[in-house]
């Protein structure tokens, strides 16, 4: 199985386990409480969509990428709310760029 398929599967999974969230907001709701099962399967969720993109990452790498830099750390980038463009660049993208 190719590392496209694993993101594949998870984003297919996740979209079960999307359904499961909304089941567990509604139940949090008319509880006016937040469950611990919403926070884990919210949890889960995301954890899960950032693996298919780590996966997708990994993928694209393989097929494009200078495969002399195999050992390095190959993840998918993300940013947090508070940094700008550049910010992003130099602190996620650039350390790490596979694609010289």
Request: hydrophobic residues 35%; charged residues 30%.
């Amino acid at each position: 199985m190719s590392f496209f398929d694993d993101a594949k599967h998870l984003i297919s999974d996740s979209k079960e386990t999307l359904k499961e969230i909304e089941n567990a907001y509604q139940e949090s709701l008319n509880q006016k409480t937040i469950s611990p099962r919403l926070l884990i399967k919210t949890k889960n969720f995301m954890e899960n969509l950032r693996s298919a993109l780590d996966f997708t990452a990994h993928g694209l790498f393989d097929r494009y990428a200078d495969q002399s830099k195999a050992g390095q750390n190959i993840y998918f980038p993300y940013a947090w709310e508070s940094l700008d463009l550049n910010e992003f660049r130099s602190k996620t993208v650039s350390k790490n760029a596979y694609l010289d």
